[in-house]
């Protein structure tokens, strides 16, 4: 199959396929009279390539997966191994877009009339919040924090 073939039976451009190669997670094609020449076989390598892209793991993360493990290993311990490291990745992400939303909830109960308003208000939230992750439990300072400050002086 001439690589224009290819790219319409995958839904990718004749260009991706082409840097596909150059970044080394697809193999070079063979080439009859100077035109890439492909067999059918890279049509399962592109389709889990895109499934793969689709899942979010970055080009770096489909070489590892093709050509990162040592020889014989299969594709679904080597699923297994990305995937997990791919969840801890989404847990963090989650948890930071957790903490986005109640600051944006929090953000739309905004009632200032001027930025500087505005500003002050959240300056003295992070101060007091700062103050609050510095103190215990029963208000006063955390022994780690006393200590870090008696070393600045």
Request: aromatic share 6%; hydrophobic share 35%; charged share 30%.
């Amino acid at each position: 199959m001439l690589i224009s073939d290819v790219a319409a039976r995958v839904g990718l451009r004749p260009s991706t396929i082409r840097y596909y190669e150059q970044v080394g997670i697809l193999e070079p094609a063979q080439r009859a009279s100077g035109q890439r020449r492909y067999d059918n076989i890279v049509l399962y390598r592109l389709a889990l390539i895109q499934r793969a892209r689709q899942t979010g793991f970055t080009l770096e993360e489909i070489r590892s997966l093709l050509f990162g493990f040592a020889k014989g290993t299969p594709i679904s311990t080597r699923w297994r191994k990305l995937s997990e490291k791919k969840l801890e990745e989404l847990d963090a992400m989650l948890e930071q877009i957790k903490a986005m939303q109640q600051l944006l909830l929090s953000i739309r109960k905004c009632q200032c009339d001027a930025v500087e308003q505005c500003g002050k208000a959240m300056f003295e939230r992070q101060c007091r919040d700062q103050k609050a992750q510095s103190a215990g439990k029963n208000g006063f300072p955390r022994r780690s924090k006393i200590i870090s400050n008696s070393r600045k002086k």
